[in-house]
T-cell receptor, first 116, second 112 residues
């Protein structure tokens, strides 16, 4: 089954404790991205990647890191989480790296993060 | 001003009603436009792309007005299962950057 998976789905952590949210897709997609969703603000793009080893900042990259060492995986790293990073996070992928933002995005199920 | 603006609603309509949502965008260089649907606590899913000539998919009609920089979604004969949040999405490119900008969503509840 074609899908985007994220782990963990739910996470409660404390300020400053490094964490990684994994994202994996099995559709051989080139474009992958991370979003956070907050009430009243909608989805905001954190980082995106047009292909392996190619990443770029989205609208709200501060406090986050990403890497794209393999085509299928795009982990989101919070080196020192803070309470303002409490949010619902979505990973997404689409087929083309160049036209990635202009194509259908396939979203993972979301990760609910609470930073105390 | 937000790059993509939507009326947050909520829109509460009876079954069978016709309902329309509008969305405005500020970047005149925007290239692709979409409507996504998001059910409560779930991931967004593509409802339909929006083409310049307008397009229809069953009970759903999407239109794009580039001159006025807005897109619309019309739902006819609404069903209970149409209850969801509808997200307006705009894709743009600037140099090598490829970004999607989401509206905050319009909440629709279809009542029996």
């Amino acid at each position: 089954e074609a899908q985007v998976t994220q782990n963990p789905r739910y996470l409660i952590t404390v300020t400053g404790k490094k964490l990684t949210v994994t994202c994996s897709q099995n559709m051989n997609h080139e474009y992958m991205s991370w979003y956070r969703q907050d009430p009243g603000l909608g989805l905001r793009q954190i980082y995106y990647s047009m292909n392996v080893e190619v990443t770029d900042k989205g609208d709200v990259p501060e406090g986050y890191k990403v890497s794209r060492k393999e085509k299928r995986n795009f982990p989101l790293i919070l080196e020192s989480p803070s309470p303002n990073q409490t949010s619902l996070y979505f990973c997404a992928s689409s087929l083309s790296g160049v036209r990635g933002a202009g194509e259908t995005q396939y979203f993972g199920p979301g990760t609910r993060l609470l930073v105390l | 001003r937000k790059e993509v603006e939507q009326d947050p609603g909520p829109f509460n309509v009876p079954e069978g009603a016709t309902v329309a949502f509008n969305c405005t965008y500020s970047n005149s260089a925007s290239q692709s436009f979409f409507w996504y649907r998001q059910d409560c606590r779930k991931e967004p899913k593509l409802l339909m792309s929006v083409y310049s000539s307008g397009n229809e998919d069953g009970r759903f009609t999407a239109q794009l007005n580039r001159a006025s920089q807005y897109i619309s979604l019309l739902i006819r004969d609404s069903k209970l299962s149409d209850s969801a949040t509808y997200l307006c999405v705009v894709a743009s490119s600037s140099g090598s950057a490829r970004q999607l900008t989401f509206g905050s969503g319009t909440q629709l509840t279809v009542l029996p």
